[in-house]
């Protein structure tokens, strides 16, 4: 691809996730979503007609087939990402998979070994570890300003009605709290701590048999620890705190998407750094699928594909010591 060419997004699940994430392009120079594809024609048409897209699919399978489009960016429910994902990139489609980036530790490694074994660039919309906060907070850390990272603590929470016709209840759609907001405080320990050695999990169950309430402690062989909660039955501040050995970093609520950082050292006061999002903070991780499919590079450094199959498998593995065992679904058409 010419290094200043327009990267050309399809649009695949437009809901409520998509409709925010579009409206970010503007901030994104260089790339462009042209259309939107869904299993219903009219739900597609509506979507495209409210954000500005060129044209609309009303099957995944031709937005895949498209030949003017570069990267799919794909929001429908957890469990049909893996077979959209795999499908596109069988097609030579670039993908942007929002998290989860699937159902299943089976599934997540099936995409990861299509975008390799085809050489197309693949990575989860984790945009999250592309704030300019987080990435501030991640610098200072690598310059020592905290020591050594020996501890985290992480909590995302929602007070969510019970209603089992919602998603986020529906144990077929990949409901739970754990992949709807468990990804996050598990990414963010994963990112500033690495993959846990061991794990520990306390929680409650939905009627429907979805998460309704986790708490995660993870472990790693030299001590250093994180402790982390995800609810659907409660609000939580949606705090994140980093300690280290010469001081700690806080990124206040909601820490997934923060506009600021505070850091801490003993002997000394608080100093803040602010880093505000563009827009409403995703064209960050647009900006570095679209920088990554120019240069041809087939993965992120930010979001590489083994963070996320680590990740993966932390929540699946939570997920069923609770006696949940989410499903691909490969019903779906494409």
């Known amino acids: 691809m010419e290094p200043d060419a327009d990267v050309r997004w399809g649009i695949v699940g437009p809901g409520r996730i998509a409709a925010k994430v579009v409206e970010d392009f503007t901030y994104a120079p260089g790339s462009v979503a042209v259309a939107a594809a869904s299993r219903s024609l009219d739900r597609a048409r509506a979507f495209g007609d409210a954000h500005g897209l060129e044209r609309a699919y009303g099957s995944y399978a031709e937005i895949i087939a498209a030949p003017d489009i570069d990267v799919l960016y794909i929001a429908t429910p957890h469990p049909q990402h893996k077979k959209i994902a795999v499908a596109a990139l069988q097609a030579g489609k670039a993908v942007l998979v929002e998290k989860t980036f699937a159902a299943t530790v089976t599934g997540a490694e099936q995409i990861v070994t299509t975008a390799q074994g085809n050489g197309v660039f693949a990575m989860e919309a984790m945009w999250t570890r592309f704030q ?20 985290l603590q992480a909590d995302l929470g929602v007070d969510r009605p019970y209603d089992e016709t919602d998603r986020l209840f529906d144990p077929a759609q990949g409901g739970g709290a754990l992949l709807d907001l468990g990804v996050y405080v598990v990414s ?13 999990v306390t929680g409650s169950l939905a009627p429907t048999g979805v998460e309704w309430e986790v708490g995660l402690l993870l472990g790693y062989a030299d001590g250093r620890t994180a402790t982390l909660l995800g609810s659907l039955r409660h609000h939580t501040p949606g705090a994140c705190r980093i300690f280290g050995t010469k001081g700690w970093i806080e990124i206040p609520p909601r820490f997934h998407h923060p506009d600021r950082i505070v850091l801490h050292r003993p002997g000394a006061e608080p100093e803040e750094l602010v880093r505000p999002p563009q827009g409403a903070g995703y064209c960050h991780e647009l900006v570095e699928v679209a920088e990554c ?13 083994a963070d996320t199959l680590a990740v993966q498998r932390t929540l699946n593995d939570a997920a069923e010591r609770l006696g949940v065992f989410h499903q691909e679904d490969d019903s779906v058409e494409v």
């Not at 300019?132 to 501890?151: C, F, K, N, S």
């Not at 963010?188 to 520990?200: Q, S």
């Not at 499919?293 to 594909?305: F, I, K, N, Q």
């Open 132 to 151: 300019p906060a987080v990435v501030a907070a991640r610098a200072l850390i690598e310059d020592g300003a905290i020591g050594e990272v020996r501890q």
């Open 188 to 200: 963010i320990a994963h990112y500033f701590l690495g993959v846990p050695d061991r794990l520990e």
């Open 293 to 305: 499919v120019r240069a041809g590079r087939t993965e992120s450094s930010v979001m590489p594909l």
